[in-house]
């Protein structure tokens, strides 16, 4: 009997040996993760794609497009078509910037540098931007789309110089590029959940323009990683040579089959994805035909979006990473057909007829559409 007890108070044990073990295992996981980053690629790197990728383009991006959403229709006074077809403006510079600046960083190093001008470059311009849109009252709509177009171009030149780190780091490291992938993507979409969960709350308590000069202070972040990152200075270049070969690099690229044809494939999902994300906001805050979310609300429903991304990531990093590109594209691109039928559920209000409440409604449609994109996107 006694030897009995002895052995269940021996299994107890063990189970609660293994139950701390898992628990170490989940919290310093990441750390040792983190700190294998930054010993094979140099901290420098990992704090630039935290930085750029998690702080100003996730954090920032989220809690600005909710700032955005209340400036125009609070501010701005403007209607949800004119808003809808007034956004896409501001995207064109992600178009035309995020390429020029792609090859610029190659080919044209300022003081002898590919990287670090271009991300204190971004981080002044945003900085400069921003504060004009929060510190100008009765701001004309046009000049306000013109300094937003301004800064969502410097977000894109933050962008394309780390995406620039990444490629040039993932050829020097392989074996870690699917990590390196894998940084950028859960760092964004970290920095989405803080930023969307907090941009209900700030835009209540500082109001949109409060917000815009708060955002100033991840766009100076950028110019600190243009400070401190790590980059061997090249000496004696030729922009015209660099460019001539730069150009003949790229155009045999693009004559690849491997490559000209999964781009294609990307442009044509993007260009046919309607969105219409200005014109649901609208309807979420509208007292006659939709549920009048408050501020508070719509941040969070935003948020708790956000942890679809997250779970997107990983669920593509533990089970999906090393199955077929082609059969994942469809999966994706099928569910996220599906996906979009229920905005359509939602405004028809075929939900209530389900018994189904907006709130639950639109927190699943988030958390599943979310985390569709982000599968779409790591796979690409």
Not at 132 to 153: R, V
């Amino acid at each position: 009997m006694a030897r009995e007890e002895q052995n269940i108070e021996n299994r107890g044990s063990v189970h609660v040996v293994e139950r701390e073990s898992n628990l170490r295992s989940v919290v310093c996981g990441p750390v040792r993760w983190l700190k294998m980053l930054a010993s094979k690629l140099h901290w420098s790197y990992v704090f630039a794609v935290v930085s750029n990728c998690g702080i100003n383009q996730g954090f920032g991006y989220s809690l600005g497009h909710v700032a955005t959403d209340y400036y125009m229709k609070d501010v701005q006074k403007v209607q949800p078509s004119q808003y809808q077809a007034l956004s896409a403006i501001t995207r064109i510079s992600w178009i035309i910037f995020k390429p020029l600046f792609g090859i610029l960083t190659d080919v044209l190093p300022i003081f002898g540098f590919h990287r670090r001008p271009y991300f204190i470059l971004a981080g002044v311009i945003g900085v400069v931007s921003l504060l004009f849109i929060s510190l100008q009252s009765n701001l004309h709509l046009y000049l306000a789309l013109f300094w937003m177009t301004i800064s969502s171009a410097a977000m894109a030149i933050a962008d394309v110089t780390i995406d620039a780190c990444t490629t040039y780091n993932s050829n020097k490291h392989p074996s870690l590029a699917s990590d390196m992938q894998s940084l950028c993507s859960l760092s964004y979409s970290i920095g989405e959940l803080l930023g969307f969960f907090m941009s209900g709350i700030l835009v209540h308590l500082v109001g949109s323009k409060g917000v815009f000069g708060l955002l100033t202070f991840t766009f100076a972040l950028v110019s600190v990683v243009g400070v401190l990152f790590s980059e061997p200075r090249v000496h004696g270049f030729s922009f015209k040579q660099n460019f001539t070969n730069a150009m003949k690099a790229m155009w045999r690229t693009i004559k690849c089959s491997d490559v000209w044809q999964p781009s294609l494939y990307m442009f044509i999902t993007r260009a046919l994805g309607l969105d219409i994300k200005e014109g649901l906001f609208y309807w979420f805050t509208d007292s006659k035909d939709g549920p009048l979310f408050a501020q508070e609300t719509v941040g969070f429903i935003l948020s708790i979006g956000s942890i679809g991304s997250i779970l997107g990531v990983l669920l593509y990093n533990l089970r999906l990473k090393d199955h077929p590109f082609r059969k994942l594209f469809l999966w994706t691109q099928l569910l996220f057909a599906l996906s979009g039928m229920f905005d359509l559920i939602l405004v028809l209000r075929l939900n209530l007829k389900f018994g189904l409440p907006d709130y639950l409604f639109i927190v699943v449609d988030g958390i599943v559409s979310k985390m569709i994109i982000r599968l779409t996107w790591m796979a690409s």
